[in-house]
């Protein structure tokens, strides 16, 4: 240190340049990673802070309709096929916001999201039976391109397929440009299309034949599976209100297939269910246990909690968007608590159908009772569950098996509900 | 004499770097992942002792009345509430000593368990809670709370209970009770 102050006077100048150099250097090399920072920034910024969207629009061109949904993240998805609906599954390894677009569409009925753990379903609900789809998977933006077209009533069908064919294999520019060539005769009058839309003020009542497929449900000693009986007690009430009632009956599912829990009461939701009771057979260890039970949903939730959501679903809701919504709007609602507005209803429900049940001889009365089922939680509508009979217990498996019963539990069943319509309808 | 001088400045510009690349990236980092928080129990023993015990009551099932039904036992006490949790239900999992019905289907296996801080279990479960269970919404109500119940009974850190089977959240046992939010305990399931 000594030594350096001894030297100042040769090296001095030298030294000053030297060190103004270094400092014009540093300053000119700060800049320049400010000014590339800078620009990285917005990139940065808008892929860790933007949230994480879904934004579905709806839209038709001349001979088919279009759902679009667009995100800022890829969208892994796949579609299926049931009836009248498609049903697109999205995965998701975080929480979407859902975004409303335009709605407009005389192919497309409703569209609804359903939520998963780790994944959304896009219901769509179309106005005719007979159609095809084609799909196709863009990006940037990320977007999922859904053409639905009806099949009979194309008059071209070759163009029908070729527009089917170009949403799923033409690039996004010339997806882009065909699609404002294609909006223009949208406003024309529609070519006649075969719609099955509903008469309207037609109720819909939904039956929910537990289980299927390979969710077989409970089993009895002697083989036999909960999902049978419960899809032969549906068929037999839809078939007991059909007679009785003025009112539509749809079921979850008519056949031996698995339908995942959120789809039954999507398909409620969709059909803007008016009611919904799902039919079960119970189980227990042992063979003892026997009788009927009829479940209302249990929230899981504290006292707080319930008064919160109460609150929340009292004032402003998906749901009361929903219904006060412009007809343009996409019909959307976020299904998860939907069940906690009808709890009244949907206790009322299970009484007046555990009391029928009660009248049946043989039949031990088990009560209402209330339980965080997965397939009530998202029903808007006032919903039960029914446990007919104890699969497990051999005396009341072979009962289950007959057609008496079935009849009878079926019976039993559709008393209560018409009891609750007659209360219910008068409110 | 040079580097004296300039020294102040070089650090002064790593200094201006690293708030800037701080600035523009920090924002970036995700939270932690969930990770296991055991919770530190009130009663502080010193790990030096003998181990004491403590005696917890475990819900077993009847087909009688198709009720939760209390049974008690003995296990360590241990500083850590996770510990004392798992002990718990490795005793529910090993079943009734008074020929009461079994609340966990055999061959299950308790994988692994953690509480987080505000208060909820995570319990996870071998496969087999799902694959060798009877069904039917009265067997997936018992069993489901059995464990809820086993854990919050106890354990006042404990508020609610979240079953997850191979590591993995479930939609349902058997499709019935909502697995995807933890459970809140159920007192009126338990016999009189
Ligand atoms: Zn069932």
Redesign the pocket.
């Known amino acids: 240190m000594s030594s350096d102050a001894g030297s100042i006077p040769a090296a001095s100048k030298s030294s000053h340049t030297n060190e103004r150099n270094v400092v014009k250097y540093i300053v000119r090399s700060l800049m320049v990673l400010f000014v590339l920072l800078c620009q990285l920034a917005p990139t940065a910024a808008s892929r860790f802070q933007e949230e994480p969207f879904l934004k579905l629009s709806v839209e038709d061109f001349a001979d088919y309709g279009r759902v679009t949904v667009t995100s800022n993240h890829p969208l892994r998805s796949s579609i299926e096929k049931n009836g009248i609906y498609l049903l697109v599954r999205i995965r998701a390894d975080q929480p979407f916001r859902i975004r409303r677009g335009s709605f407009r569409s005389r192919f497309i009925e409703s569209v609804g999201w359903t939520q998963g753990v780790d994944f959304y379903v896009l219901n769509i609900k179309v106005q005719m039976s007979d159609f095809t789809h084609a799909s196709t998977n863009l990006t940037r933006p990320h977007r999922l391109v859904i053409d639905v077209l009806p099949e009979g009533a194309d008059p071209r069908p070759k163009a029908g397929q070729e527009a089917a064919e170009g949403a799923a294999t033409i690039p996004k520019k010339e997806t882009g440009a065909r699609t404002t060539e294609r909006a223009a005769p949208r406003t024309e009058t529609p070519a006649a299309i075969p719609t099955q839309s509903l008469a309207q003020g037609t109720r819909t009542i939904i039956i929910d034949p537990?289980?299927g497929g390979l969710e077989v449900?409970?089993e009895g000693q002697n083989g036999t599976l909960?999902k049978d009986i419960t899809l032969s007690l549906s068929l037999k009430l839809k078939a007991i209100i059909e007679r009785n009632l003025a009112y539509r009956v749809v079921l979850t599912r008519d056949r031996d297939v698995d339908v995942p829990l959120e789809r039954r009461a999507a398909i409620a939701n969709n059909e803007q269910a008016f009611l919904f009771v799902s039919i079960?057979?119970n189980g227990f260890p042992g063979s003892k246990a026997r009788g009927a039970e009829t479940y209302f949903l249990n929230l899981n939730a504290t006292d707080e909690e319930a008064r919160r959501l109460a609150y929340m679903e009292n004032n402003s809701t998906e749901l009361d968007q929903v219904q006060g919504d412009a007809e343009d709007d996409i019909k959307m609602i976020l299904w998860d608590m939907a069940q906690a507005n009808f709890l009244k209803q949907s206790s009322e429900m299970a009484e007046l159908i555990q009391s029928e049940l009660n009248t049946l001889r043989d039949t031990r009365n088990r009560g209402v009772k209330q339980a965080p089922f997965k397939v009530l939680t998202g029903v808007a509508c006032p919903a039960v569950l029914v446990e007919v009979a104890f699969i497990s217990n051999p005396d009341e498996e072979r009962k289950l098996l007959t057609d008496d019963f079935q009849a009878a539990v079926a019976q039993a069943i559709y008393t209560g509900l018409a009891k609750f319509i007659r209360q219910y309808a008068r409110d | 004499m040079d580097i004296k001088r300039i020294l102040p400045l070089g650090v002064l510009s790593v200094l201006l770097l690293v708030l800037a690349v701080l600035f523009f990236v920090g924002g970036a980092e995700k939270p932690p992942a969930l990770a296991p928080v055991p919770v530190p129990d009130d009663a502080g023993e010193d790990s030096a002792e003998p181990p004491q015990t403590r005696t917890i009551t475990l819900f077993f099932l009847s087909d009688e009345d198709n009720l939760l039904h209390p049974e008690e036992r003995e296990i360590y006490t241990h500083e850590l509430t996770v510990f004392e949790a798992k002990q718990a239900i490795e005793e529910l999992v090993r079943g009734s000593s008074s020929g009461a019905v079994a609340s966990i289907p055999p061959g299950t296996r308790l994988r692994e368990m953690y509480i987080i801080q505000d208060g909820v279990a995570y319990v996870d479960f071998s496969r087999e809670l799902k694959d060798n269970h009877g069904?039917?919404?009265a067997a997936e109500t018992a069993t489901v709370f059995a464990i809820v119940n086993t854990l919050t009974y106890n354990f006042e850190s404990i508020k609610r209970v979240s079953i997850l089977i191979g590591g993995n959240e479930r939609e349902t046992l058997n499709?019935?009770i909502d697995l995807t939010r933890p459970l809140l305990p159920r007192l009126d399931l338990i016999a009189k």
């Open positions: 537990g289980h449900g409970a909960e079960h057979a | 069904s039917g919404t499709g019935h």
